[in-house]
């Protein structure tokens, strides 16, 4: 599992943005994606997973503004970040594992692989 991100940029606030994350190895439709970002000073936290069957789980903060989505020929999820603000700010990550779970988590010590991240700025 190899992940890599891309999308990331500057916007001013209620822009949009569309990040993406593509895994260059062949386990990527049985992978449970998330999506996490760290802003400066502050804790990595979890704020969109989807798993191998569709089934998804946001962060309170970004309901109904961000959504995450996967294309599976692509080896490839997105997340459509609409609406944002300055708070926004930060490295995103995108994550892996293959574990299996009853439940979605958000929880960093759920993940097992990680990409570079990308930087988000969102400017006021």
């Known amino acids: 599992v190899q992940l890599v991100e891309s999308g990331g940029g500057s916007v001013q606030a209620g822009g949009t943005l569309r990040l993406s994350c593509v895994d260059s190895?062949?386990?990527?439709?049985?992978?449970?994606i998330g999506w996490f970002r760290q802003a400066p000073g502050k804790e990595r936290e979890g704020i969109a997973a989807i798993d191998s069957d569709g089934a998804v789980d946001y962060k309170d903060s970004v309901k109904g503004r961000f959504t995450i989505s996967r294309d599976n020929a692509k080896n490839t999820v997105y997340l459509q970040m609409n609406s944002l603000k300055p708070e926004d700010t930060a490295t995103y990550y995108c994550?892996?594992?293959?574990?299996?779970?009853?439940?979605?988590?958000?929880?960093?010590?759920?993940?097992?692989?990680w990409g570079q991240g990308t930087q988000v700025t969102v400017s006021s």
């Open positions: 994550t892996g594992t293959l574990a299996v779970r009853r439940t979605i988590s958000l929880a960093e010590t759920a993940y097992d692989y």
């Open positions: 190895g062949y386990t990527f439709s049985s992978l449970c």
